[in-house]
């Protein structure tokens, strides 16, 4: 039950954490001459950042088996995002950017996960 809860904590903190990056992207975007192609690369950066600082809070607190919770919990913030994302539009969709997200929060999970548990 304890690390239900760290991973509800270490969850809302990384989207909170998405929500700053994003409301930072979304000014420089609106305010200034980049173009939107590289928006996907502001998100992916914002999903790596918040899902790399919310599994090493994760790592952190639980002290054991890194790879492994820090790799569950970048799924599980992608995933959560996913289903967000599809009550919001009309249906479920498989694409190949989701599998990018997949795997990008993955791997950061993972990267967070190992150095949560080092610290």
């Known amino acids: 039950m304890e690390k239900f809860k760290r991973y509800g904590i270490s969850l809302i903190i990384s989207f909170v954490i998405a929500a700053v990056f994003l409301t930072i992207s979304a000014t420089i975007f609106a305010y200034t001459n980049i173009n939107d192609r590289y928006l996907d690369s502001f998100?992916?950066?914002?999903?790596?950042?918040s899902v790399l600082i919310g599994a090493i809070i994760l790592a952190k607190k639980i002290k054991e088996k890194?790879?492994?919770y820090g790799g569950?919990?970048?799924?599980?913030?992608?995933?959560?995002?996913?289903f967000?994302?599809?009550m919001e539009y009309t249906g479920f969709f498989i694409s190949n950017t989701l599998f990018a997200y997949l795997a990008i929060s993955?791997?950061?999970?993972?990267?967070g996960g190992i150095i949560g548990v080092n610290i």
């Open 43 to 49: 998100v992916f950066g914002t999903v790596m950042i």
């Open 66 to 68: 890194g790879i492994i």
């Open 72 to 82: 569950i919990y970048g799924l599980l913030f992608c995933l959560i995002i996913y």
């Open 84 to 86: 967000i994302t599809c």
């Open 106 to 111: 993955f791997l950061s999970g993972v990267v």
